[in-house]
């Protein structure tokens, strides 16, 4: 089982809005809400450039930025994180059943280390974050990073996102992928399956979705 993080299993990406608006602010503009949807499921360097180029500011240091928003959220993770409906449960069964299970997150080590005391730290065999692939989503990259590590196929893993972008890294990795949208729909596509939040999904049903993903 492969699961993203922010906006699947924790909602997370509120907390994010909350200091990428805090950051354009202090930055002397108004991040536009496009852009902050653009930003969802990006990685940090993308989404340090999007806030640029929303501000007009292209050639603004990213790395003062990058310090900033980091400390911003890694207080606001500490106060705790919100699970998605069904969320919790899913892991709780997972993890009872001893299914090999990995958080595939393109947020940075130090963030997931803050939200691992929400998730809990024996919920994954392996964490793979965003400052740790040199390619990150929409690549297959963090998917595939995450089957090796867990030491199985990728066309035997499930791979659970909420964003398009995360979506399309899942779907090309070549895993079953299971979309459960949050703050973006999602269009249809072949092979991805949606439900509208995890209430519901158990072992089984995600037995199935494995048993569709390509050999």
Same mark, same amino acid.
């Given at each position: ?156 893993? #499930?791979?659970?996102? *909420? =964003?398009?972008? /995360? @979506?399309?890294? +899942?779907?090309?990795?070549?895993? $079953?992928?299971? !979309? ?11 092979? #991805?399956?949606?439900? *509208? =939040?995890?209430? /519901? @999904?158990?072992? +089984?049903?995600?037995?199935?979705? $494995?048993?569709? !993903?390509?050999?």
């Amino acid at each position: 089982m492969l699961f993203d993080m922010d906006g699947t299993l924790v909602d997370s990406e509120k907390v994010w809005d909350v200091a990428l608006h805090e950051l354009a602010a202090l930055a002397g503009g108004r991040l536009s809400h496009p852009a902050r949807l653009a930003m969802i499921g990006s990685s940090m360097d993308q989404s340090m450039r999007i806030l640029r180029e929303d501000l007009g500011q292209p050639d603004r240091d990213p790395g003062p930025d990058v310090v900033w928003i980091e400390q911003r959220v890694y207080e606001l993770f500490g106060s705790g994180l919100v699970w998605r409906p069904g969320a919790r449960e899913l892991l709780a069964e997972v993890r009872a059943a001893g299914v090999p299970a990995a958080l595939v997150t393109s947020t940075g080590r130090r963030l997931v280390e803050v939200a691992l005391e929400t998730l809990g730290r024996d919920s994954f065999d392996v964490t793979v974050c965003g400052d740790e692939v040199s390619r990150a989503k929409p690549d297959p990259a963090p998917y595939l990073t995450a089957a090796e590590l867990l030491g199985v196929p990728i066309a035997g893993c #499930v791979a659970i996102e *909420d =964003s398009p972008t /995360g @979506v399309a890294s +899942a779907h090309a990795s070549g895993a $079953a992928v299971l !979309a459960v949208p949050c703050e973006l729909p999602l269009a249809p596509l072949d092979g #991805v399956t949606q439900r *509208d =939040s995890l209430r /519901g @999904v158990d072992l +089984a049903f995600l037995a199935r979705l $494995a048993a569709t !993903a390509p050999a």
